[in-house]
């Protein structure tokens, strides 16, 4: 088994040292990795891709930090039963066979992460901009309407 490094602890899909599968008789993750070189940075862009989600009065506010990723290489959608998709890829950087590299941080690949959104969303008038590699999506809140309370008076 040979030895790769987690880029980041908290990161439950980084690899590790300890390989759970090692061993298994049809192994297919250890196959899949041997045979496409690339798959291992992929799952590493997929995995961190950090999103955060807040919650002000007026609407629910995703922000996702895509350093050296084009608007035009980013999706955002909003699929039917209030699902919210962020999806891209991050381009890798060119090689020349002259190059010597001494360490590799930046991942590449494809990314995509889902967010089902709560029954207040406005899920038909999502709004997202993209500025100096932080990519921001709006969804807008529904106005909560208070329940109508009729009193009743009391006969008797």
């Given at each position: 088994?040979s030895?790769v490094?987690?880029?980041n602890?908290?990161d ?5 040292v300890?390989?759970?599968f ?11 990795s041997?045979?496409?070189?690339t ?6 862009a997929f ?6 989600w807040?919650e002000?009065?007026?609407a629910?506010?995703f922000?996702a930090?895509?350093?050296g ?6 999706k ?7 699902v ?5 890829e991050r381009?890798?950087?060119?090689e ?5 590299w001494h ?5 590449s690949?494809k ?8 029954e207040n969303?406005k899920?038909?008038?999502v709004?997202?901009?993209?500025e100096n590699?932080?990519?921001t999506?709006?969804v ?7 329940p109508?309370?009729?009193a ?5």
């Amino acid at each position: 088994m040979s030895i790769v490094r987690r880029s980041n602890i908290f990161d439950p899909f980084s690899l590790d040292v300890w390989d759970p599968f090692h061993g298994f008789p049809f192994d297919a993750f250890r196959s899949l990795s041997e045979s496409r070189p690339t798959f291992v940075s992929e799952t590493s862009a997929f995995a961190n891709t950090h999103i955060d989600w807040k919650e002000t009065p007026e609407a629910h506010v995703f922000k996702a930090d895509l350093p050296g990723v084009k608007k035009e290489e980013v999706k955002v959608e909003v699929e039917e039963g209030r699902v919210l998709q962020i999806s891209g890829e991050r381009s890798r950087e060119k090689e020349d066979k002259n190059d010597k590299w001494h360490r590799v941080e930046r991942s590449s690949g494809k990314f995509l992460r889902r967010f089902r959104l709560p029954e207040n969303a406005k899920a038909d008038q999502v709004k997202a901009t993209m500025e100096n590699g932080v990519l921001t999506v709006t969804v807008p809140k529904e106005e909560v309407k208070k329940p109508d309370v009729k009193a009743i008076e009391i006969s008797g």
